[in-house]
Nanobody, 115 residues
Framework: QVQLVESGGGLVRPGGSLRLSCAAS????????MHWYRQAPGKQRELVAS???????NYADSVKGRFTISRDNGKNTMALQMNSLKPEDTAVYYC?????????WGQGTQVTVSS
């Protein structure tokens, strides 16, 4: 009953910036938590950042100071502004919405940081 679609991925040079978006549709509960995860080839999926319904945020240590998570509850969208990108940020980025003890995942968007 919830669908998530990521967009905004692409190829960027080290030090560059990229902005990812996640659009949620369906039965969205008022109180929920949204997350950005990423998974690089051969590595486990890791949590990048989270934001709740009142804009409280958490970040992985590896992205603090470089990434900013935000949401627009009126449009049911979430964004991840990524600055000072590094090659190790290369991964498929996924959005996730948690509500009523259920998790919903998007299909992911590829981010490649390379010179």
């Amino acid at each position: 009953q919830v669908q998530l679609v990521e967009s905004g991925g692409g190829l960027v040079r080290p030090g560059g910036s990229l902005r990812l978006s996640c659009a949620a549709s369906g039965s969205i509960f008022r109180f929920n938590i949204m997350h950005w995860y990423r998974q690089a080839p051969g590595k486990q999926r890791e949590l990048v950042a989270s934001i709740d319904s009142v804009d409280s945020t958490n970040y992985a240590d590896s992205v603090k100071g470089r990434f900013t998570i935000s949401r627009d509850n009126g449009k049911n969208t979430m964004a991840l502004q990524m600055n000072s990108l590094k090659p190790e940020d290369t991964a498929v980025y996924y959005c996730r919405l948690d509500q009523l003890a259920k998790n919903y995942w998007g299909q992911g968007t590829q981010v490649t940081v390379s010179s």
